[in-house]
């Protein structure tokens, strides 16, 4: 049969509303459901044929799903706070939808959440305050106060001992998918537009979302990418 199988269809669905509903650790659970079905519908429809060229029928290729699926466990487990599973899934996923610069986007927060989940303490300037001032200099009016180059003092990351063989959750890898976000992005989007300032504000508002984003926006819940 041609097309997505009914069952994967359904836990995919299911999925979706978990995930709408804050709960990605479920819609996670739904979507490894969907791709034991999928895998399990696309073994169903092989041909036994010593030659792997012919192992599936042609009409039967636009129902694998798996790539998709993938995206999406991706983006639900990196919800759930799970970004180097988040990472794999992505990654995998890249081989085919190569060309969705969200999926890269995904990619290097992934990254950045493997190397620091968050950055609360940083921004916490009650404690903060006298960590940003390194030193002052004079007295009276002429007193000055000399603020530290940098609000994290953390310099532990090094990637001497990473390997380049395999794409891994570093931050240099992070800066390489977040240029493909960037070079993927449709020409409209990615061209920097003149904003002008009007002289009285407008008396209805209206959407300032460029059209290439919107459509972004709307291919997460396209069946294509599943979410």
């Known amino acids: 049969a041609c097309g997505v199988s009914a069952a994967v269809a359904y ?20 979507l490894q459901k969907a791709l034991e079905e999928n895998r399990k519908a696309i073994e169903s429809v092989r041909v036994k044929d010593a030659d792997p060229l012919s192992t599936q029928p042609l009409y039967t290729l636009g129902g ?42 995904k990619l290097a927060e992934c990254c950045i959440q493997c190397h620091k989940p968050s950055n609360h303490v940083d921004f916490d300037m009650g404690k903060r305050r006298q960590d940003m001032v390194q030193k002052v200099i004079g007295n009276g009016k002429h007193r000055k106060i000399i603020l530290c180059s940098a609000l994290n003092k953390d310099n532990r990351y090094h990637v001497d001992s990473l390997s380049y063989a395999i794409p891994q959750p570093t931050l240099e890898f992070a800066m390489l998918c977040l240029k493909n976000a960037l070079y993927t992005l449709p020409e409209e989007v990615s061209t920097p537009a003149t904003i002008s300032i009007p002289a009285s504000p407008p008396s209805t508002v209206t ?10 926006m709307g291919s997460l819940s396209s069946p294509a990418n599943i979410l």
């Not at 699926?69 to 990654?91: E, N, V």
């Not at 959407?207 to 972004?216: K, L």
């Open 64 to 105: 694998d799903k798996h790539h998709e699926l993938m995206f999406s466990l991706g983006i639900s487990q990196l919800h759930a706070g799970q970004p180097t599973k988040a990472f794999d899934c992505l990654t995998e996923a890249a081989q085919r939808l190569h060309n969705n610069p969200v999926l890269w986007l």
């Open 11 to 30: 836990y995919n669905n299911v999925a979706c509303i978990n995930f709408a509903r804050g709960k990605p650790i479920s819609a996670a659970f739904y």
């Open 207 to 216: 959407s300032t979302v460029p059209s290439g984003i919107q459509s972004s």
